[in-house]
């Protein structure tokens, strides 16, 4: 079937109608990219994953890696965001004139710094420079207003709450006009709380603030998980976007896994002796 609004060629969701799948809290499920290629990504695309979050914050992404990350999202179908490391409003210009669907923005501890970030992400209400020449803009190809609206129906923007002096805004946060989404930063929040697990006491009560201040704004909610089952009781509790590992972390637990297997060949094996173990 051709291409639509709403569906690739594939018969997918398209990664431009990421933002509204988000806001009507559909379930979605991505991945962490924590390494500077677009292999993984284009597998994580090829199986159907509907978003990648390249990790500029927390792996070696400068920009010609974020712009070549973001064109591997593309040719595979899935929808790219960028957890920034830095909230200026110039690196965030940056990513999305890349061609990013969104941004996860770490560290939102005040309303204000949720004003900047919306702000910096936005055209119309907002401060967001503008250029046509970019992939964003399809290097001009893109009438000037139609870009504008273009870009702002579909930029996704998500905060992540991490830091407990967050929590103290949390409600004004939640709903800052162009905020899409809060994101549970449990680990983070796990630290600064002094918790010995984001399973802790203090850590939940936390993200069940987060959650109903969301819930209390209309607006959804993201988080990290290892396994679908952590995620099962997430969903329970509001959450309807989950990051799921990391490429490195699918690597290295496919591999382990694989590691053990072989090992135990050699561990269950039993010697073979004279002729009936000579290959022909």
């Given at each position: 079937m051709p291409a639509t609004s709403s569906q690739d060629s594939a018969g997918l969701p398209a990664p431009t109608d990421f933002r509204a799948r988000l806001s009507r809290q559909e379930v979605l499920t991505g991945t962490f990219i924590k390494t500077p290629t677009g292999h993984a990504i284009e597998i994580f695309g090829e199986l159907g994953y509907d978003f990648v979050v390249i990790d500029e914050e927390h792996a070696p992404f400068d920009r010609g890696a974020i712009d070549n990350a973001i064109l591997a999202a593309r040719a595979s179908g899935t929808a790219a965001f960028v957890r920034i490391a830095s909230p200026s409003a110039s690196n965030i210009l940056s990513v999305l004139d890349c061609g990013a669907t969104g941004i996860l923005a770490p560290h939102v501890a005040s309303a204000a710094r949720a004003r900047e970030i919306a702000?910096?992400?936005?055209?119309k209400g907002g401060k967001r420079g503008f250029s046509g020449s970019p992939r964003a803009g399809g290097y001009g190809a893109v009438p000037m207003w139609s870009h504008v609206e273009a870009q702002d129906r579909m930029v996704t923007v998500i905060a992540q709450i991490e830091d407990p002096e967050a929590l103290d805004e949390i409600e004004e946060i939640a709903r800052t006009e162009g905020v899409d989404a809060l994101f549970l930063g449990r680990g983070d929040l796990s630290v600064a709380l002094g918790a010995a697990s984001p399973e802790a006491g203090e850590v939940k009560h936390a993200c069940?603030?987060?959650?109903?201040?969301?819930?209390?704004?209309?607006?959804?909610?993201?988080?990290?998980v290892g396994s679908a089952r952590e995620a099962q009781a997430l969903h329970a509790l509001g959450v309807c976007a989950f990051i799921v590992s990391s490429d490195q972390g699918f690597m290295r637990e496919a591999a382990k896994a694989a590691l053990v297997g072989m090992r135990q060949i050699g561990e269950n094996a039993v010697p073979v002796t004279g002729k009936e173990g000579a290959l022909a």
């Open positions: 702000a910096a992400a936005r055209y069940a603030k987060v959650i109903a201040a969301a819930r209390d704004a209309g607006k959804p909610v993201a988080a990290f």
